[in-house]
């Protein structure tokens, strides 16, 4: 017979554990998950530059990376002048803990400047990127732990519009891709290093059929676990590849992002897995569904579905029955996400640019526009506006979210908005 005693422990067990589980941080680009899904719930829905912000901090210039938030500490990479930066700010007002030097050489290229790779933490250390190939590792205190310069290892970048993937965190490895071909002749690659060293433990090549500007992606990679086993995924110059995380080596390649050879078809959306199915992006044609667990040559046998109407920037989010794109012009459809079947198609957000990926969270998807507004839609097949909250300022960072707060980036400040959950 079970004791009172030992049910209510159970009990106390269960809570504690659901509670913990709500808790949650935003440790890489993506989040928890990586695919741009949060499990928190009653996040706020409506503010403005002054209302539901906890606090907000002033920022020297824009940035395409995401805050990264862990417990009590948000990292922010920083681009001020000709300086790049990693800063650690204090979770609860914003106060700026301590600064610490990443690389010089800053410059800034279209859109972007040399601080869009996203930072990553496992809670112990962390690991920070810049366009210009510097790596370094932190201690939370600040402490320089490690540094690599990896152009200077293994050649200059040779994208046509500057560095931008962020390094991948996973399963006590740093996993970097460098995916270029247009002002370059060196093949893309993948590194693996070690944490506690930076050292590469792997370097693995990475050839394609790609020509002219389409070897380039700014895209990061991500992890589909297949029934035991686990694939690195690497989507760009043209063609989806799965890759044993321990070897680098490849399992399979799906060549479908480009059936058209179109010379300028560099790739900026990352890939998304959800549920076990892999979901790629090309330059808006086609956009694609994947199964894992492929051999060698899978572009007829693993791909599930098609759609021309796929994003160019925004990287997709789904709950595993539905997938949304939101399109550079703020255009936004709904997918089945199993078939590919269109629930809805082609609403209008908003007349804008979309450079920033949308979040799902608390049974909505949060798209924020280069204006720096953040329309609110029912994560649902059917398209509704819960909320357009407009910042009027300048953004290409995707939100962040953690503990029932949204942390917002703009070219001007990092807002936190709402009320932390307790």
């Known amino acids: 017979m079970v004791s009172f005693h030992h049910m209510r422990f159970t009990f106390l067990l269960v809570v504690v554990a659901s509670t913990f589980a709500c808790a949650e941080n935003w440790p890489q680009w993506r989040g928890p998950d990586l695919n741009g899904e949060s499990h928190e719930k009653n996040l706020p829905t409506h503010w403005t530059k002054d209302e539901n912000v906890t606090w907000k901090i002033a920022m020297p210039s824009r940035s395409g990376a995401t805050p990264i938030i862990w417990g009590e500490k948000i990292l922010l990479n920083v681009a001020d002048g000709d300086n790049l930066e990693l800063w650690c700010l204090d979770r609860s007002n914003g106060a700026v803990l301590w600064k610490s030097p990443m690389a010089g050489g800053n410059y800034k290229i279209n859109k972007q400047n040399m601080s869009s790779p996203s930072p990553s933490t496992d809670g112990k250390t962390i690991f920070a990127m810049t366009g210009t190939g510097i790596i370094k590792a932190f201690a939370f205190d600040g402490k320089e732990l490690w540094m690599r310069d990896v152009q200077k290892d293994y050649g200059k970048f040779g994208l046509n519009w500057g560095y931008g993937s962020s390094p991948l965190l996973y399963d006590g490895h740093l996993y970097v891709q460098v995916l270029h071909g247009m002002k370059t002749t060196d093949p893309s690659y993948l590194l693996k290093l070690d944490l506690k060293t930076g050292k590469t433990l792997v370097k693995m090549e990475r050839p394609t059929p790609a020509i002219r500007e389409s070897p380039d992606a700014y895209t990061t990679p ?11 995924v690497i989507s760009g ?4 590849t799965g890759h044993d995380p321990v070897t680098l080596k490849e399992l399979w390649r799906a060549n479908v992002l480009n059936p058209t050879n179109n010379p300028a078809n560099r790739i900026i959306a990352s890939p998304m897995v959800r549920d076990g199915m892999i979901y790629a992006a090309s330059r808006v044609r086609p956009y694609v569904a ?17 759609t021309q109407n796929g994003p160019d920037v925004p990287t997709p989010v789904s709950d595993g029955k539905y997938l949304w794109v939101v399109n550079d012009r703020g255009i936004m459809w709904c997918f089945d996400a199993k078939t590919g079947a269109e629930v809805y198609s082609g609403q209008r957000i908003q007349a804008a640019i979309y450079s920033s990926s949308p979040v799902l969270a608390d049974g909505k998807i949060y798209a924020t526009n280069e204006l720096g507004t953040t329309t609110v839609v029912k994560a649902g097949p059917v398209f509704e506006v819960l909320a357009e909250n407009k910042m009027d300022e300048y953004t290409l960072s995707s939100p962040a979210i953690s503990e029932g707060q949204i942390f917002l980036r703009t070219e001007k400040a990092l807002y936190c908005i709402g009320k932390r959950a307790k």
Do not use: A, C, M
């Open 237 to 240: 110059g043209d063609i989806v």
């Open 222 to 232: 991500t992890v589909v676990k297949n029934g035991k086993s686990v694939e690195l």
């Open 290 to 306: 994947i199964k894992p667990g492929g051999h060698g040559d899978v572009s007829e046998s693993h791909v599930v579905w098609k």
